[in-house]
């Protein structure tokens, strides 16, 4: 399960409520991003998507 949260709103937040319910996460904090990160960063965004579909590391993106 991956968790993208912006690092100016709920960063690291939204994984730790997803560990709640899941033991695979990984954690993708956007930097200069609020809550919006698919409007706000959405290069950024895509990019940590696609490096979890694809199984590559999300580089724009911290993992946890």
Do not use: K
Request: proline share 3%.
């Amino acid at each position: 399960m991956l968790a993208i949260g912006g690092a100016l709103d709920s960063g690291a937040l939204v994984a730790r409520t997803m560990r709640l319910a899941a033991d695979d996460v990984t954690e993708a904090i956007i930097d200069d991003c609020g809550h919006y990160a698919a409007e706000e960063q959405p290069a950024r965004f895509t990019e940590a998507l696609e490096g979890f579909l694809g199984g590559g590391p999300a580089s724009a993106a911290s993992h946890g």
